[in-house]
């Protein structure tokens, strides 16, 4: 099996990259990714054919998906605050890239498309949780990226027979995630904050919730997916109903570091929604062998790598 992921030096890619390569005898990787937010050390290890370039870069992509049997999309300015502060770069890696993705698998003659939206795509709903058939609302021009991405791939499926299959991603967290930019998410942030003694920030009053997903769970899912060429008629929430606030995030920190970490409390994000859960139906439907990470032992990773990541910074300050 050959699988081709954009942006798959980044966060989640690296992740996908390593664990179809532990887990899929005989796969062979591809990676094309531009290295703007993803990082060449991720892969260090992997055994992947690593092209740099952009999937804005037509002709470059299209030499990307030869003798490829599926690809995985990642590739994307992945941000609401970046999309708000410079909606154009957004849209054009967001929703442009996916469409130059699509066309390149359908000029390739590559069958099996999966796509990353993002539960942003909600924005202003407030049912929860939310099951795949509500109304969608986009608060920022990156959610609004993202119902492109979704909407051109089912596009793709009802006008060429393309199999495609969008998922909308949740708050994906575990270990190569980045706290050390402007845009990180929020668990490496507090944790990040909390191994150097700094006070976590956080934005509003800490009763916003998120639906966590480990990155092993994701990558398990696009793992069966690529194996089976799954499709859908419509978009998948990636996650499986949990609410956590960021308050109840902190106290599970808290108890794994086993110390306190201080609280700064500052302004709300534009473009950040309060509540976000999905209703982990269609998942487990299609996926029934997928078993999700719950988020204790899914922190307890995440930690285990940023104590690692933190150990060698102090040997490299020491040298
Ligand atoms: P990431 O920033 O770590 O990875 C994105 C990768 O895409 C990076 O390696 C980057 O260099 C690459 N890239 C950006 N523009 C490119 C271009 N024009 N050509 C080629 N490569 C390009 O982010 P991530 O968290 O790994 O996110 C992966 C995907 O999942 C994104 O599409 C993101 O929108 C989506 N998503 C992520 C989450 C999450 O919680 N991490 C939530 C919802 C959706």
């Not at 990787?29 to 370039?53: A, K, Q, Y």
């Not at 959610?143 to 991603?169: C, D």
């Not at 990155?215 to 499709?231: F, G, H, L, P, R």
């Not at 499986?240 to 108890?255: I, V």
């Amino acid at each position: 099996m050959r699988v081709l992921i954009t942006g798959g030096a980044g966060f989640i890619g690296s992740n996908l990259s390593r664990y179809l390569l532990e887990n899929v005898e005989g796969v062979q990787v591809r990676i094309i990714d531009d290295l703007s937010t993803g990082r060449l050390s991720s892969l260090d290890g992997l055994d992947v054919d690593f092209i740099e370039g952009s999937i804005l870069d037509y002709p470059t992509l299209l030499a990307a998906d030869e003798g490829v049997d599926s690809i995985v999309h990642l590739g994307a300015i992945p941000s609401v605050p970046r999309s708000v502060a410079a909606p154009r770069p957004s849209h054009e890696a967001n929703a442009t890239g996916t469409l130059n993705v699509l066309e390149a698998a359908r000029e390739a003659g590559v069958d099996h498309v999966v796509v990353a939206s993002s539960s942003s795509v909600y924005g202003s709903n407030p049912a929860l949780p939310k099951n795949e058939l509500v109304w969608t609302r986009p608060m920022s021009p990156y959610a609004v990226s993202k119902l492109a991405t979704e909407g051109y791939a089912l596009a793709y499926q009802s006008s060429y027979g393309l199999k495609t299959l969008p998922f909308r991603f949740f708050n994906v967290y575990g270990p190569l995630q980045p706290a050390d930019h402007a845009y990180a998410a929020v668990i490496p942030k507090f944790l990040d904050a909390a191994l150097e003694g700094q006070p976590a920030q956080i934005q509003g009053d800490g009763l916003q919730s998120r639906d966590f997903t480990h990155v092993d769970t994701v990558c398990a899912v696009i793992t069966e997916a690529v194996k089976n060429k799954t499709s859908s008629e419509y978009p998948v929430n990636l996650a499986y109903g949990t609410n956590t606030t960021l308050l109840e995030l902190l106290e599970e920190m808290e108890s794994q570091l086993g110390f306190p970490i201080d609280r700064e409390h500052v302004e709300p994000r534009t473009g950040d929604v309060r509540a976000s859960q999905a209703d982990g139906i269609r998942i487990k439907e299609l996926f029934p062998n997928v078993k999700p990470a719950p988020l204790a032992d899914g922190l307890a990773t995440t930690i285990e790598w940023f104590r690692s990541i933190k150990g060698s910074e102090g040997d490299n300050e020491s040298r």
